[in-house]
């Protein structure tokens, strides 16, 4: 079965400070991760893509296979990125849906 | 980007009625739409794969009958709600996959928040 776990309902850093939201994943084949962000009253939509291995907004996420993770790190957070992050897995092949974790909340103090 | 547009983006009906939620890819053709549903404070949970020409994929639970789902051209998909109760009452999110793309990247409609009496 495929599943999604973000530990952290909640996370509260300063602005400045290193940030990582963590995601685990079960999946028995090869999958596609992904994170999303939905700012206040905005839609969800995408962050980055693993096999993109992009730095967006100075986020980045490295597919850990061994660890079976897919943690999101910036090393100095901006109160912009006050939002809520889910974590998502979809099957390289074959059905294209996603499986989200539960979301982080991630607030940023001034 | 990719735009997806949902309507209405909320919706208050009597218990009993159906409803109907429309999903939209602006400028791009999507073979492939999604539809979830989203409780308050908790995650996306998906609801149905809906594929042009073809009858929508459930997910386990989901009841085909009270979640009609649609899929008549390449940028449009609808779902009604049917018969609908109190319990039903959550906010309904779509999704489209942009047929050109090589990845399984989704573009996100704004969801349709559902009140049911």
Not at chain 1, 72 to 94: H, N, R, T, V
Not at chain 2, 7 to 16: A, Y
């Amino acid at each position: 079965a495929q599943r999604v776990t973000q530990p952290e309902k909640l996370l509260s850093v300063f602005k400045g400070a290193p940030v990582e939201l963590k995601c685990n994943y079960s999946y028995s084949g090869s999958p596609e991760l992904f994170w999303y962000v939905q700012y206040s009253r905005q839609r969800l939509q995408l962050l980055l893509r693993h096999i993109s291995r992009e730095s967006i907004k100075g986020f980045t996420a490295d597919l850990n296979k061994g660890e079976t993770s897919f943690h999101l790190k910036k090393p100095f957070a901006q109160e912009e990125d006050s939002a809520m992050y889910y974590c998502a897995l979809s099957p390289i092949q074959g059905a294209q849906k996603l499986v989200f974790g539960q979301g982080t909340r991630l607030t940023i103090n001034p | 980007g990719a735009v997806v547009s949902q309507h209405p983006s909320w919706v208050i009906c009597k218990s009993g009625t159906s409803v109907k939620i429309e999903c939209r890819s602006l400028d791009f053709q999507a073979t492939t739409m999604f539809w979830y549903r989203q409780f308050p404070k908790q995650s996306l949970m998906l609801m149905a794969t809906s594929n042009e020409g073809s009858k929508a994929t459930y997910e386990q639970g989901v009841e085909k009958d009270k979640f009609l789902i649609n899929h008549a051209s390449l940028t449009l998909s609808t779902l009604t709600v049917t018969s609908a109760h109190p319990e039903d009452s959550s906010f309904y999110i779509c999704s489209a996959r942009d047929a050109r793309s090589g990845g399984n990247e989704q573009f996100f409609g704004p969801g349709t928040r559902l009140t049911v009496l």
